[in-house]
T-cell receptor, first 112, second 114 residues
Framework: QQQVKQSPQSLIVQKGGISIINCAYENTAFDYFPWYQQFPGKGPALLIAIRPDVSEKKEGRFTISFNKSAKQFSLHIMDSQPGDSATYFC???????????FGKGMKLTVNP | EAQVTQNPRYLITVTGKKLTVTCSQNMNHEYMSWYRQDPGLGLRQIYYSMNVEVTDKGDVPEGYKVSRKEKRNFPLILESPSPNQTSLYFCASSFGTSSGNTIYFGEGSWLTVV
C-alpha cells in the first residue's frame, strides 16, 4: 500500500516555465512533508518542507502548496532553470515515527 | 564538512558472494537508515537504527543484515547476494525521528549482482 502517491512520473518544461509536482497522502497522522531533490549521481537532499498548519511555504523559486482537507500537497518551481533538472521526491512522516515515506519520484527536465 | 560516506560507490559481484557496504556519518546522529532506489519504485527503506545496538526492519529487509556497534557506523551486509538485489543503495542519517529533523543522504552505492 503506497502511502504517498506522486505524479507525474516525469515532466519536461522549457526554461522559464512553471514546474508542478503533485503528491497525495493517506495517513492523516502525517505532520511533516518534505521535498527532496536528487541530481544524477548524488543522494537526495532536502529542498523544502511544510507542516499542515500552513497552506503555503515559499523559498525562492520553490513553493509548497498544502491542502489538508484533500490530503494533497504540491511543489511549484517558478522560472524553471536547466539547473533544476533533477529527480524530485515528496515525502511524509509523523512525529516520533521511524519512517519517512517517499513518493516514487518525478524526473524533471528543463530545456534551455 | 557534514557528510554521510558510503563505500564502495560501485561494485559488481557474483551471486552468493557475501559483501558489506559501509556507511559512516560525522554529525553525531542517532538515527541511521538504509534505502534502496529502483526505477519506478522510488526510495524504499531496508533497515534503520535508532541508536547503538538498536536496529529494526524497514519495508524491504529480506536478504539484508545490519549492525550498529558504533554511533557513526551502520554497515549493510548482503550475506548471499542475488540478482534482485542489484540496485542503488543509500545510507542516511539524522538527529532523530521527530518530524522536522533533516535526513542527510550519502552519495549512493551502485551494486550489480550477476
Amino acid at each position: 500500500q503506497q502511502q504517498v502517491k506522486q505524479s507525474p512520473q516525469s515532466l519536461i518544461v522549457q526554461k522559464g516555465g512553471i514546474s508542478i509536482i503533485n503528491c497525495a497522502y493517506e495517513n492523516t497522522a502525517f505532520d511533516y512533508f518534505p521535498w527532496y531533490q536528487q541530481f544524477p549521481g548524488k543522494g537526495p537532499a532536502l529542498l523544502i518542507a511544510i507542516r499542515p498548519d500552513v497552506s503555503e511555504k515559499k523559498e525562492g523559486r520553490f513553493t509548497i502548496s498544502f491542502n489538508k482537507s484533500a490530503k494533497q500537497f504540491s511543489l511549484h518551481i517558478m522560472d524553471s532553470q536547466p539547473g533544476d533538472s533533477a529527480t524530485y521526491f515528496c515525502a511524509a512522516t509523523q512525529g516520533g515515527s521511524e519512517k519517512l515515506v517517499f513518493g516514487k519520484g518525478m524526473k524533471l527536465t528543463v530545456n534551455p | 564538512e557534514a557528510q554521510v560516506t558510503q563505500n564502495p560507490r560501485y561494485l559488481i559481484t557474483v551471486t552468493g558472494k557475501k559483501l558489506t557496504v559501509t556507511c559512516s556519518q560525522n554529525m553525531n546522529h542517532e538515527y541511521m537508515s538504509w534505502y534502496r532506489q529502483d526505477p519506478g519504485l522510488g526510495l524504499r527503506q531496508i533497515y534503520y537504527s535508532m541508536n547503538v545496538e538498536v536496529t529494526d526492519k524497514g519495508d524491504v529487509p529480506e536478504g539484508y543484515k545490519v549492525s550498529r556497534k558504533e554511533k557513526r557506523n551502520f554497515p549493510l551486509i548482503l550475506e548471499s547476494p542475488s540478482p534482485n538485489q542489484t540496485s542503488l543503495y543509500f545510507c542516511a542519517s539524522s538527529f532523530g525521528t521527530s518530524s522536522g529533523n533533516t535526513i542527510y543522504f550519502g552519495e549512493g552505492s551502485w551494486l550489480t549482482v550477476v
